[in-house]
């Protein structure tokens, strides 16, 4: 039970790095604003991780 815990935290840590990574990968990807933005706020964790990069003015 506790393994199954611990593997479950790795899992949570590994996702949100994960989309992080995804995240800094479409900030700069040549792709139009409105896609990036459809991309972006479909992952799983985008809410609960702070923007890694500033918005662009």
Same mark, same amino acid.
């Given at each position: *039970?506790?393994?199954? #815990?611990?593997? #479950?935290? !790795? *899992?949570?840590?590994? +996702?949100?790095?994960?989309? @992080?990574?995804?995240? &800094?990968?479409? &900030?700069? $990807?040549?792709? /139009? @604003?409105?896609? @990036?933005?459809?991309? !972006?706020? %479909?992952?799983?964790? $985008? %809410?609960? +991780? #702070?923007?890694? !990069? /500033? $918005? /662009? $003015?």
């Amino acid at each position: *039970m506790i393994l199954v #815990a611990i593997v #479950a935290e !790795l *899992m949570e840590e590994y +996702t949100v790095l994960l989309c @992080r990574l995804v995240e &800094h990968l479409f &900030h700069e $990807a040549p792709f /139009p @604003r409105r896609i @990036r933005f459809l991309i !972006l706020s %479909s992952l799983p964790v $985008a %809410s609960s +991780t #702070a923007p890694l !990069l /500033p $918005a /662009p $003015a």
